[in-house]
């Protein structure tokens, strides 16, 4: 069987390749493929949809003990989808048992590219990880919103997400260098061009505007110190079919500036 | 061994003996500490690649630089006065051209990629802690910061830069006197490159080289002014024990030079990109360590071969020459097959006879003479008020002679006239 990690190239919008990298996410997505592959006796293979820069980065995973190394090669911005069918497709046929990302890359952001890869080859999925432990059984901790937490035993085949501080990157050692500077990259033809907004940045909310604040003394201050949010209903409870659930649901999200 | 040779750090020095190795059909390995090379190095001076022509013929078409230096200003100052004297040459806007900026990060790249191109294989995000010696102490390898990272190689060169470990670990330096070195403070400063063209006088690629006296606020040392394409190199180099005594911050001397009416309106609403700095080898030829050792050849700044002469202020030409020749000693050495002392000492003959340590050894009275006292904190005070004097216009009192302004202004400088003489000798005879 096999480990797959999948790495993402990032060069600074104002910067050559020289200053490209992978993110901290990526990088401790590696290190638990290494362990899953150490942990379990199965291959590890590094997988990154990108242009030939970004053969980099499978050379430093090599490096560090990966046993193979795919690129999918694309110059173009690709949609979570797209990137997820790519690394789908270079992976298929292969008996994967873990597939291990990073939780979100640090240009676009959104975290998807694991749910959309974890839904293309049928596999489970465990994202926003923030502690995995091996043992006979794989069981990770998932950080949920308001400081919850959700512990999961996790089989394969499955897709994992780590957050950047779940693990640190192995010094590759100097005979593992030596050598990934010239072994072999299998290069795939990927897919070309997606339509994809060109601004490059993190997906965060728009900033709304707040009504002034209404009522006693006492709910104005708590809600201006909450930012609005202490005296606002908390929802209504509706039962509405699918269909119009679904538009209230994005009209919402909307009203909330996240469209 | 792993390799025929290990050339410790991808700067000028190391990718020159690196290529020179290569050419030779030695194996060898570049090893770089940073991502890649010239990511360490802080640099914010003129190049003066002339030496490249053995190696890099051409090199003008593809070295990537910013602008070729057409116009040289020595710049004499004191905290409200300043004499230029200004000198443009258009022969220096064709090829071969002389001096030249560049970015490091840039050149140190493309420099090593023209070894690599040669067969040269480079590593970097590596750092070599120590050397590996055998038991008669002859180097034989390199120990490396990762896992199971020792290498060995019939030479080593280490051109790892200034504070040589590699060079003190083998005993070639004695002690070390920080008297010997400088600290260089650097601020790249951003403005469009038609402001620059239009403050500095030049067109296209033409660029300016400002070296400056007298301004870093009594603390030995001097000031430097560099264009870049669309930034401008500006900073102090700064004896160290001065430094330390004064208890100054370079970074105010850095302001107060910026502040200075005669640079003011150059850098005027630049905006500050980048704030670097880095010791420096000043001392000439009299701090030289060996530059030899059983296995070993050092090169560039890690022999010191940095040469602060007034007028000339060099050290990469040095470094890559050092390096090139060292290269070409190492693969000789290897093809005889005696790396030892005697085998490598074509590398001191190669010094010798080139101007790497024919400027030094000219050269070597200079450094002192441009750090002295004197010359830092009497002569500028002293040549700026003669001049101050000679185009004031006193009316209705008669104009002074030079003769009188010279001696009136040596009184009032506190300039004895043995210190003049001795000064202006040995400057004469260092220079001539």
């Known amino acids: 069987m096999t480990v797959v990690a999948c790495l993402k190239w990032l060069t600074p919008h104002d910067a050559d390749d020289r200053f490209g990298g992978i993110s901290p996410a990526d990088s401790s997505a590696l290190e638990w493929a290494l362990r899953l592959g150490a942990a379990r006796n199965e291959q590890v293979l590094a997988v990154a949809v990108g242009p030939a820069a970004a053969d980099t980065a499978l050379r430093d995973a090599l490096a560090c003990g990966a046993h193979r190394a795919i690129r999918v090669d694309s110059a173009d911005e690709l949609s979570s989808n797209d990137v997820a069918a790519a690394i789908a497709g270079a992976i298929d046929g292969l008996d994967v048992s873990f597939v291990c990302c990073g939780d979100y890359s640090l240009d676009r952001g959104t975290g998807s590219v694991p749910a959309f890869l974890a839904a293309q080859i049928g596999a489970r999925q465990a994202l926003g990880l923030i502690e995995i432990v091996l043992g006979n059984e794989v069981i990770a901790l998932r950080r949920l919103d308001g400081g919850r937490r959700e512990r999961l035993r996790v089989d394969a085949p499955a897709v994992l997400s780590v957050e950047g501080a779940t693990a640190t990157l192995r010094r590759a050692s100097l005979s593992g260098a030596l050598a990934a500077r010239t072994a072999p990259i299998d290069v795939l033809a990927g897919p070309v061009g997606s339509h994809l907004p060109t601004a490059r940045r993190p997906y965060r909310p728009r900033a709304r505007v707040l009504p002034p604040p209404q009522g006693e003394t006492l709910d104005r201050v708590r809600s201006l110190l909450s930012g609005g949010t202490a005296t606002k209903s908390h929802g209504v409870p509706v039962e509405l079919e699918p269909e119009e659930a679904a538009d209230r649901i994005i009209a919402a999200l909307d009203e909330w500036g996240y469209s | ?432």
Not at chain 2, 63 to 69: E, K, L, Y
Not at chain 2, 375 to 404: C, H, S, T, W
Request: charged share 20%; aromatic share 8%.
């Open chain 2, 1 to 432: 061994m792993d390799f025929d040779a290990i050339v410790v750090g991808a700067g000028p020095a190391g990718s020159c003996a690196a290529l020179e190795l290569a050419r030779a059909g030695k194996s060898v390995l570049l090893i770089e500490r940073g991502p890649f090379p010239g990511s360490k190095n802080m640099y914010g001076g003129v190049v003066y690649p002339r030496i490249l022509d053995e190696l890099v013929p051409q090199w003008w078409e593809e070295a990537p630089i910013q602008r070729w230096v057409t116009r040289r200003s020595t710049m004499i100052m004191t905290p409200t006065q300043a004499l230029t004297i200004d000198f443009r040459s258009q022969n220096w806007a064709a090829p071969p051209y002389n001096g030249a900026t560049a970015y490091r990060p840039d050149f140190d790249h493309w420099l090593a990629g023209k070894a690599t191109d040669a067969g040269a294989q480079l590593l970097c995000s590596t750092v070599v802690t120590g050397v590996l010696r055998d038991a008669a102490g002859a180097v034989i390898g390199v120990r490396t910061d990762r896992p199971d990272g020792d290498l060995t190689a019939k030479v080593v060169i280490a051109c790892d830069g200034v504070n040589s470990f590699i060079a003190k670990e083998v005993g070639l330096y004695g002690k070390v006197d920080a008297a010997n070195y400088t600290l260089g403070v650097k601020e790249t400063l951003a403005l469009p490159k038609e402001v620059i063209d239009e403050r500095f006088g030049v067109r296209g690629r033409e660029g300016v080289d400002f070296e400056v006296v007298g301004c870093t606020e009594g603390v030995n040392g001097g000031g430097f002014l560099y264009t870049n394409l669309d930034t401008v190199s500006l900073g102090v180099v700064l004896k160290l024990p001065r430094l330390a005594a004064q208890k100054k911050r370079p970074e105010e001397i850095i302001a107060s030079f910026k502040k200075h009416p005669a640079i003011a309106p150059l850098i005027e609403g630049a905006d500050l990109k980048e704030y670097s700095a880095h010791v420096i080898p000043e001392a000439g030829y009299k701090m030289l360590p060996k530059l030899v050792g059983p296995g070993l050849l050092v090169a560039g700044d890690a022999a010191a071969l940095c040469l602060a002469a007034g007028i000339w202020l060099e050290g990469m030409n040095f470094a890559m020459a050092s390096g090139m020749y060292a290269g070409r000693a190492a693969a000789q050495a290897v093809t005889r097959g005696n790396t030892g002392p005697d085998g490598l000492k074509p590398y001191l003959e190669m010094l010798n006879s080139s101007f790497v340590l024919k400027d030094h050894r000219k050269l070597q009275h200079i450094p002192h003479l441009v750090l002295s006292d004197r010359v830092q904190n009497q002569y500028p005070a002293f040549v700026a008020n003669i001049v101050e004097r000679m185009f004031r216009v006193d009316n209705p009192a008669p104009k002074p002679g030079l003769r009188r302004i010279v001696r009136e202004e040596r009184k009032r400088a506190g300039i004895r006239w043995r210190d003049l003489l001795s000064d202006g000798w040995t400057g004469m005879k260092g220079f001539s």
